[in-house]
């Protein structure tokens, strides 16, 4: 008879190379670089955003060595629009970390490959087996969700042990042969059949063996109990004008957008124009921006502050002395800064 996870891995397979994903550009690679780059940027971002993205950044970084050597705020302009900015400082880190510890050549195993910055052991374990044959476990969110399926794990997954048990699993499932194809067909049911609402049960090669299935009830895996209490956050942007300049401050190391450049931030509206009711020039309120980030939602009223042309130097000095440390920009140099992406919309 059978053994079940050698049935799952089969199918899942078998799958893979008769109905999965082939044509995507990191697939016609065994680049660690690219491969790398590509699970990267697949964090939390559907792949129709980040096909664009993965070849613009190619082109401008062409390998590792060219990642390494640029400044973070290019990098980070790369990036600009593409969300969850702490993954491209750790891109820039990582890049440097294997430049220095390694030559400039990935390491070749997943234990090596976890030990990089940003490279966590699902990310390390998914380079490791596309660009080296290695037989190691995925376990990013899609494959928690394929695999407590398949196999009805119900224990929660808020809790490590629980987590632990499931790498246990998802390890002793690996198939002896095909790793590549096993890993990918993991992605892409997870993708595009077992979807966390309405998965395509008929559609999906472990049908006939999915134990959440034969319950009836596959929405309720997997099991995560702790809930993220969404918080709600109040601020105003000063977008100050000068002609065609424009006053940006860089945000700091840490917290949201780091490192980013942005309009200067306010405690509130009221903060903003006691600050500038004095200043020369027009003012206008633009329509409120609502930006939603993982764990709040965030309302963020823009206000408009053109300056008068031919401004006295010494007026401008004691305007500047007021601002928070930044500096003046023109337009279309601002866009091609690093910028986050209801910024880069607004002054659009």
């Known amino acids: 008879m059978t053994r079940p996870d050698t049935d799952i891995a089969g199918r899942v397979i078998a799958w893979q190379r008769s109905h999965g994903r082939h044509a995507l550009p990191w697939q016609r690679t065994r680049d660690p670089y690219r491969v790398w780059l590509s699970e990267i940027m697949l964090q939390q971002t ?146 595009g059949v077992c979807l966390a609402r309405r998965p395509q049960c008929l ?47 860089q945000r700091p190391a840490v917290g949201v957008w780091a490192g980013l450049w942005s309009l200067p931030e306010y405690a509130s509206a009221e903060e903003l124009q006691s600050l500038t009711s004095a200043w020369p020039g027009e003012a206008k309120v633009l329509d409120a921006v609502q930006h939603v980030l993982t764990h709040f939602d965030w309302h963020l009223q823009p206000v408009r502050h053109a300056l008068p042309p031919e401004l006295p130097a010494q007026v401008l000095q004691q305007v500047e002395a007021a601002l928070p440390a930044g500096r003046w920009v023109a337009r279309d140099q601002a866009l091609q800064l690093g910028l986050p992406a209801p910024i880069r919309k607004l002054i659009s």
């Not at 105003?236 to 006053?247: I, N, P, T, V």
């Open 203 to 249: 559609l999906c090669p472990l049908q006939d063996v999915c134990l959440a299935r034969q319950q009836g009830q596959p929405e309720r895996y997997p099991v995560k109990t702790r809930k993220l209490k969404r918080g709600r956050r109040q601020n105003a942007l000063l977008w100050l004008a000068a002609g065609d300049r424009l006053w940006l401050s």
């Open 46 to 191: 559907q792949v129709s955003t980040v096909l664009g993205y993965y070849e613009r950044f190619l082109q401008r970084f062409a390998d590792v060595r060219a990642l390494a050597a640029a400044p973070l705020d290019d990098v980070l302009a790369a990036w600009s629009g593409l969300g969850y900015y702490s993954r491209a400082r750790n891109l820039h880190r990582c890049a440097i970390a294997v430049v220095e510890r390694h030559g400039g050549e990935f390491p070749r195993s997943s234990a090596l490959l976890a030990e990089l910055p940003g490279i966590g052991r699902s990310t390390a374990a998914a380079i490791a087996a596309f660009c080296f044959g290695e037989r190691a476990a995925i376990l990013d969110g899609n494959v928690k969700r394929v695999l407590t399926r398949a196999l009805a794990f119900g224990e929660d997954l808020a809790q490590s042990a629980s987590e632990r048990a499931l790498w246990a699993r998802a390890e002793a499932l690996l198939p002896e042969e095909g790793i590549e194809s096993y890993t990918q067909g993991l992605m892409d049911l997870g993708a």
